[in-house]
């Protein structure tokens, strides 16, 4: 089926007594969905577990519905998101028919992926197109510190504090304890805990105020008072304070009629490269909306969207490590997804009636270093998931009864989990009969996988030697 629909998420308000809470695009199964709760007046959003707190009905390929235990209270708002895992699931066997169906449910799966990286991207910062050499990545964290370009506004960086040549006295911020115990006349300090100003009227003396600024043109000031509030009066750039009766003007005081919109740059591209400048929010956000990296603060996991330029490429890192690339055909690897693949070239003697384990000693490849190739012959997760297993072994030429068979088997941790397509002999004969098996189990941490061969010949009967017939492969999909 085709994916036309571009969301992949849909949030709700809560009511109170809504339980039920229908989604519109498709999704495979019900763990691709993420339930979440978000508290409207702390910001903190809260991911809910599935068929405990809620459970999910699928509609075909029309979407579903949401189906809350608990209705969420007005205090809430539920978001619901498709997260799919960016894993490539399907697995094409050389030789076999096109298959169209399990073709086109991959090709969905990578559009919904890309619909959902593009959800998380549209969210990001970006620089300006035309920006180059800029440095995006975030300082540290430091307590009370807040972000600003450096001197050639190359980079960020933390600041504690704004110094204006325009304004010629310091306005600051940080814990009140913390705040200047000599400050000069004009000076400002913003008490991030208490949430109080204080402003130096006279050398060395601090005169508290309440943080409480209000805005607008000057003949709109409020005509009741409430002492202790401030008015920036937009067109006049005065500031006013509220004494309890009346309006007081404090600009001259503060210097606030030198600090307008001269000191505001709002060129998206920066290019004054000042000191003395602020740039306006929307021109910091023009200045970083091209900028195309996502990177942690070591700079070693990374989401970048053209890696070079005009690469047209989406390149994921993890520690360094390359672990996914879209290429500019819409083709995706996963480099360090987990699979391997083996075979056997020698005979193996296989009892009659005897499940016996048969040992794929030469290793073509390992991802995941998953696969024991020398001792037990078994492949082993080192991560849950869903995993396809492809298995193939033909038996050495023999006399074969009327009716008697060759068969190969999927073991999950000791247990005879898939029986593989049985080869018979229709009659009396001298030949080889092989057998194949391909399907996909749910895999946990540590579970481990083997291919077991049986027959009813009525003697010990060989594995060819053609490595060609005899593999045995597995690889994650989800």
């Given at each position: 089926?085709?994916?036309?629909?571009?969301?992949?998420?849909?949030?709700?308000?809560?009511?109170?007594?809504?339980?039920?809470?229908?989604?519109?695009?498709?999704?495979?199964?019900?763990?691709?969905?993420?339930?979440?709760?978000?508290?409207?007046?702390?910001?903190?959003?809260?991911?809910?577990?599935?068929?405990?707190?809620?459970?999910?009905?699928?509609?075909?390929?029309?979407?579903?519905?949401?189906?809350?235990?608990?209705?969420?209270?007005?205090?809430?708002?539920?978001?619901?998101?498709?997260?799919?895992?960016?894993?490539?699931?399907?697995?094409?066997?050389?030789?076999?028919?096109?298959?169209?169906?399990?073709?086109?449910?991959?090709?969905?799966?990578?559009?919904?992926?890309?619909?959902?990286?593009?959800?998380?991207?549209?969210?990001?910062?970006?620089?300006?197109?035309?920006?180059?050499?800029?440095?995006?990545?975030?300082?540290?964290?430091?307590?009370?510190?807040?972000?600003?370009?450096?001197?050639?506004?190359?980079?960020?960086?933390?600041?504690?504090?704004?110094?204006?040549?325009?304004?010629?006295?310091?306005?600051?911020?940080?814990?009140?304890?913390?705040?200047?115990?000599?400050?000069?006349?004009?000076?400002?300090?913003?008490?991030?805990?208490?949430?109080?100003?204080?402003?130096?009227?006279?050398?060395?003396?601090?005169?508290?105020?309440?943080?409480?600024?209000?805005?607008?043109?000057?003949?709109?000031?409020?005509?009741?008072?409430?002492?202790?509030?401030?008015?920036?009066?937009?067109?006049?750039?005065?500031?006013?304070?509220?004494?309890?009766?009346?309006?007081?003007?404090?600009?001259?005081?503060?210097?606030?009629?030198?600090?307008?919109?001269?000191?505001?740059?709002?060129?998206?591209?920066?290019?004054?490269?000042?000191?003395?400048?602020?740039?306006?929010?929307?021109?910091?956000?023009?200045?970083?909306?091209?900028?195309?990296?996502?990177?942690?603060?070591?700079?070693?996991?990374?989401?970048?969207?053209?890696?070079?330029?005009?690469?047209?490429?989406?390149?994921?890192?993890?520690?360094?490590?390359?672990?996914?690339?879209?290429?500019?055909?819409?083709?995706?690897?996963?480099?360090?997804?987990?699979?391997?693949?083996?075979?056997?070239?020698?005979?193996?003697?296989?009892?009659?009636?005897?499940?016996?384990?048969?040992q794929y000693n030469i290793e073509e490849y390992d991802i995941q270093n998953e696969y024991d190739n020398s001792t037990?012959?078994?492949?082993?997760?080192?991560?849950?998931?869903?995993?396809?297993?492809?298995?193939?072994?033909?038996?050495?030429?023999?006399?074969?009864?009327?009716?008697?068979?060759?068969?190969?088997?999927?073991?999950?941790?000791?247990?005879?989990?898939?029986?593989?397509?049985?080869?018979?002999?229709?009659?009396?004969?001298?030949?080889?009969?092989?057998?194949?098996?391909?399907?996909?189990?749910?895999?946990?941490?540590?579970?481990?996988?083997?291919?077991?061969?049986?027959?009813?010949?009525?003697?010990?009967?060989?594995?060819?030697?053609?490595?060609?017939?005899?593999?045995?492969?597995?690889?994650?999909?989800?």
């Open positions: 089926m085709s994916i036309s629909n571009t969301t992949n998420k849909v949030i709700y308000q809560g009511d109170g007594s809504t339980k039920q809470f229908p989604f519109s695009f498709r999704i495979f199964d019900e763990t691709d969905l993420v339930v979440s709760l978000y508290e409207i007046a702390t910001g903190i959003e809260t991911e809910l577990t599935l068929n405990s707190d809620y459970t999910v009905t699928i509609n075909g390929n029309n979407g579903g519905t949401v189906i809350m235990v608990t209705a969420p209270s007005s205090s809430y708002k539920l978001i619901i998101k498709r997260i799919l895992p960016l894993t490539q699931e399907t697995d094409y066997v050389e030789g076999d028919p096109f298959p169209a169906e399990s073709h086109e449910r991959a090709l969905d799966k990578l559009t919904m992926i890309t619909q959902q990286l593009n959800e998380q991207l549209d969210r990001t910062v970006k620089v300006d197109i035309t920006q180059t050499n800029i440095e995006t990545t975030l300082p540290i964290p430091d307590a009370l510190k807040f972000l600003r370009w450096n001197s050639d506004a190359s980079k960020l960086e933390n600041a504690s504090g704004i110094t204006s040549t325009e304004y010629p006295s310091t306005i600051s911020l940080g814990l009140d304890a913390n705040k200047p115990t000599n400050p000069a006349q004009g000076d400002i300090y913003i008490a991030t805990d208490s949430q109080k100003v204080y402003v130096c009227h006279s050398t060395g003396t601090w005169t508290e105020y309440k943080v409480n600024i209000l805005s607008g043109t000057d003949a709109n000031k409020p005509t009741t008072y409430k002492q202790d509030r401030f008015y920036w009066a937009t067109d006049t750039k005065k500031l006013y304070w509220d004494n309890g009766s009346s309006w007081t003007d404090i600009s001259a005081q503060l210097n606030v009629d030198k600090v307008d919109g001269a000191d505001l740059d709002t060129d998206g591209t920066l290019s004054a490269n000042s000191d003395s400048k602020i740039p306006s929010q929307k021109a910091v956000k023009t200045y970083v909306d091209e900028k195309t990296s996502i990177k942690d603060t070591d700079a070693d996991t990374s989401l970048d969207v053209e890696e070079t330029s005009d690469a047209d490429t989406i390149v994921g890192k993890v520690a360094g490590v390359e672990c996914l690339r879209f290429h500019n055909n819409g083709i995706m690897d996963l480099a360090k997804q987990s699979g391997f693949s083996a075979k056997r070239s020698t005979l193996q003697s296989i009892p009659n009636d005897t499940y016996t384990k048969v037990n012959f078994r492949w082993t997760a080192t991560k849950s998931g869903r995993y396809a297993i492809s298995a193939s072994l033909l038996s050495g030429e023999s006399s074969w009864p009327a009716g008697k068979y060759w068969q190969i088997v999927v073991y999950k941790n000791g247990v005879n989990v898939k029986k593989g397509i049985r080869a018979v002999a229709d009659a009396s004969i001298t030949t080889y009969l092989h057998s194949i098996v391909s399907c996909d189990l749910e895999v946990a941490e540590n579970d481990y996988i083997e291919i077991y061969v049986n027959h009813n010949r009525g003697d010990t009967t060989n594995i060819h030697t053609d490595a060609t017939f005899n593999y045995f492969s597995i690889h994650k999909i989800s």
